[in-house]
T-cell receptor, first 113, second 114 residues
Framework: AQKITQTQPGMFVQEKEAVTLDCTYD???????LFWYKQPSSGEMIFLIYQGSYDEQNATEGRYSLNFQKARKSANLVISASQLGDSAMYFC??????????FGTGTKLQVIP | GAGVSQSPSNKVTEKGKDVELRCDPI?????LYWYRQSLGQGLEFLIYFQGNSAPDKSGLPSDRFSAERTGGSVSTLTIQRTQQEDSAVYLC????????????FGPGTRLLVL
């Protein structure tokens, strides 16, 4: 079984500061993919960033970067220079092969002006 | 191109009635997923389609839930004899085979069972 854990139900960050959202996972597989999604209050799920288990470099997409520590089974999302529009729920997810994707319970991020 | 679309966007029904939720994936995406998200909760996997077949139905919560996909495109999730605990947002996502297989989500159907 695969399991995703997000231990921070809620986070606050000052505008323009960086913030790290934690995610740990549990799997015995060697090949898997890790994703982060953003869900604003509108409800849509927005893909942010992807990390493959065999990728040697940490993934980056604009202000988003994924701090991938394979031995520790962690895949933390780092958002640099936070903006008010970053306030949302953030979900970490893991996919094994073509099978179902397991999601964490999410972290609610609030950016303070 | 167009993203994943879902209909209806909102559905209010009475307990015991059947409902059908529709998902139209991104053209060319062979994989399709259904999830359920209850208020304030994470996503609960329901079912996954590869083409028209569903190799993984393990997430369907009961035999009142069923899903089908025709022509490798549109999918319908059917809930029979709805119960109040079925109230949730039902999200559909699709992805390409191979590569990063990022899932692209639709806007969801908000189901309320009275």
């Amino acid at each position: 079984a695969q399991k995703i854990t997000q231990t921070q139900p809620g986070m606050f960050v000052q505008e323009k500061e960086a913030v790290t959202l934690d995610c740990t996972y549990d799997t015995s597989d060697q090949s898997y993919g890790l994703f982060w999604y953003k869900q604003p209050s509108s409800g849509e799920m927005i893909f942010l960033i992807y990390q493959g288990s065999y990728d040697e470099q940490n993934a980056t997409e604009g202000r988003y970067s994924l701090n991938f520590q394979k031995a520790r089974k962690s895949a933390n999302l780092v958002i640099s220079a936070s903006q008010l529009g970053d306030s949302a729920m953030y979900f970490c997810a893991m996919r094994r092969g073509y099978q179902k994707v397991a999601f964490g319970t999410g972290t609610k991020l609030q950016v303070i002006p | 191109g167009a993203g994943v679309s879902q209909s209806p966007s909102n559905k209010v029904t009475e307990k015991g009635k059947d409902v059908e939720l529709r998902c139209d994936p991104i053209s060319g995406h062979t994989a399709l997923y259904w999830y359920r998200q209850s208020l304030g909760q994470g996503l609960e996997f329901l079912i996954y389609f590869q083409g028209n077949s569903a190799p993984d139905k393990s997430g369907l919560p009961s035999d009142r839930f069923s899903a089908e996909r025709t022509g490798g495109s549109v999918s319908t999730l059917t809930i029979q004899r709805t119960q109040q605990e079925d109230s949730a947002v039902y999200l559909c996502a699709s992805s390409l085979e191979g590569g990063k297989e990022t899932q692209y989500f639709g806007p969801g159907t908000r189901l309320l069972v009275l």
